[in-house]
């Protein structure tokens, strides 16, 4: 993000508590961050170190501080090292590999972790708060490997890459450009950060790496449900669909709300919103993947508000160990660092994502077969009558959604129930949460692919049946016209790659306009 743009809107934060949207445009770039001004909210956070320094001073015994990490907590670490100690943590932490996580997601995770350090209950300095939000504004953010974490106690090693770009090394994004983390720092004039007593644990012994995750996920998943549900009505249209298979009469039999929301937005599509069914349609039933598609597309309507408490009561919580309580003068020794919440939430949603998927490969497959898309050519080829031997259409892609359904499916396996005894069996029982958030993210994109491909023979589909049939209701053919301004009618057979990665990475801003203000 740009700190020169004054127009960009503020996001102030004083421990109060924010929303997935919040996340996702910081992520973004969209929104700045700076700390509260508030005096009573500065002393709050400094009081903890306070407390800290005082038991210190009078030989108390704290987890992480004075002792050694996990199973090492029996052994005492003597006074002259304790300043080394947090350095080590993140030091021999150092062993994260895998992809690494994209800018967008790299900026998220740094603000999860302020905001929950913000509660005032983790033990750190007011410089450490001003030290994070600095990365954010200035776009200097640590470059995270994404595997190495069991999710719990926290994210600790793809955490530590947060931590050691505090203090100097490792490696920095600098306005999207990777670099080593000690020039982009000396560059501004900044002395590398020197962690505190509990620093270390506070930034690394928590949940912000599969939270900010879920908060991507989330977002991407909201959006797959409005586009399936747009794509569903072209299909229905294009295959001469029965319409009425969502009248709100039969819909008020099942009174699930994403289901009847679903419905509403498909009568709005179809133009049944106030039509009455005749009592003998000409086409009684259609298949599945169109009758049934409220009732594939609901669930994860109905699952959204569940899954946003998940998500946001862990993206507000202090979730590193031990807490401590500066007004009640006491250490407290947890597990708030076990991410099962969002491990759960994360094994949901890509099995709600992958059925979505496998929805639209189904009507895909309905709509290039000419024995059931009820008198469109075989594979939606638009060529001519003396070119059909020779063109395709959709045959391939067809294929290709199917390939990337059936990789979606095969993510769904739940990550939560392989938890694994590590360290020494002090962590013996974990979450998994990260990499439940990483499978969401993946099954998103395959769904996110499958959503392009059928997109794109949706619209030839509907353009097809037009021809016989007149044109679309004005919902229908509105966002076709919008979609033509980005791609172009499938006559003679072409290579349509670079037009599907085109289509997924507008998919966001095609998907956002879907119905805002209707139901």
């Excluded at 003597?78 to 100690?85: F, G, K, M, Y």
């Excluded at 590398?192 to 977002?219: D, H």
């Excluded at 049934?292 to 109905?302: N, Q």
């Excluded at 031997?389 to 199917?402: E, F, R, T, W």
Aim: net charge negative; proline share 6%; with cysteine.
């Amino acid at each position: 993000m740009s700190a020169e743009n004054p127009d960009t809107p503020t996001l102030v934060l004083d421990g109060t508590p924010l929303a997935i949207e919040d996340v996702c445009r910081v992520a973004r770039g969209e929104a700045h961050v700076r700390l509260a001004a508030d005096a009573a909210f500065r002393a709050r956070i400094e009081a903890g170190p306070a407390f800290l320094e005082r038991l210190l001073a009078e030989d108390g015994v704290v987890y992480g501080v004075t002792t050694g990490y996990g199973d090492a907590c029996t052994r005492a670490v003597p006074a002259e090292q304790l300043a080394a100690l947090p350095h080590h943590l993140y030091t021999f932490h150092g062993c994260g590999l895998g992809e690494l996580l994209d800018v967008e997601a790299a900026r998220a995770v740094v603000l999860v972790r302020l905001v929950s350090l913000c509660r005032g209950v983790s033990g750190v300095s007011w410089e450490l708060l001003e030290r994070l939000a600095w990365l954010l504004e200035h776009d200097v953010v640590p470059v995270i490997p994404s595997e190495g974490s069991v999710g719990a106690s926290g994210d600790l090693t793809p955490l530590s890459y947060l931590a050691a770009v505090l203090c100097g090394e490792r490696e920095v994004y600098d306005h999207g450009r990777r670099r080593a983390a000690a020039e982009a720092l000396a560059e501004r004039g900044l002395a590398p950060y020197r962690l505190r007593p509990k620093e270390g644990l506070a930034l690394m012994n928590g949940t912000a790496v599969m939270t900010a995750l879920a908060c991507q996920a989330y977002a991407r998943g909201e959006r797959l449900s409005r586009l399936a549900t747009r794509l569903t009505a072209l299909n229905v249209w294009a295959l001469a669909g029965n319409p009425y298979h969502f009248d709100a009469t039969l819909f008020a039999a099942k009174p699930h709300p994403g289901q009847q929301r679903c419905a509403a937005r498909l009568r709005g599509d179809l133009a049944t919103l106030d039509a009455q069914p005749p009592r003998n349609a000409s086409r009684l039933q259609d298949r599945y993947s169109t009758r049934c598609a409220p009732h594939v597309i609901g669930v994860l309507e109905d699952s959204l508000d569940w899954l946003r408490g998940f998500i946001e009561g862990e993206l507000n919580s202090a979730n590193d160990n031990p807490l401590i309580d500066p007004l009640g003068e006491t250490v407290m020794h947890g597990g708030h660092f076990y991410g099962g919440h969002i491990a759960f939430a994360m094994d949901s949603l890509k099995t709600l994502v992958a059925n979505i998927a496998d929805l639209l490969d189904r009507q895909l497959a309905l709509l290039v077969d000419e024995r059931y898309n009820h008198g469109l050519p075989a594979n939606l080829s638009g060529a001519s009558v003396e070119r059909a031997p020779l063109n395709h259409g959709y045959k391939a892609l067809q294929i290709g959604v199917s390939a990337w359904t059936a990789e979606a499916l095969k993510h769904t396996l739940p990550a939560s129930v392989f938890s694994r005894s590590t360290e020494s069996h002090n962590q013996d029982k974990v979450s998994m949460g990260t990499i439940a958030a990483r499978d969401a993210l993946r099954v998103l994109t395959l769904a996110e692919q499958v959503a392009a491909g059928v997109l794109h023979a949706a619209c030839q589909g509907v353009e097809l049946r037009q021809i016989q049939a007149g044109p679309p209701p004005p919902a229908l053919a509105g966002f076709v016209a919008v979609c033509r301004t980005r791609i172009a009618p499938l006559g003679e057979d072409r290579a349509l790659d670079s037009e599907l990665r085109r289509l997924c990475a507008e998919l966001e801003t095609l998907a956002a306009p879907l119905y805002r203000g209707a139901p």
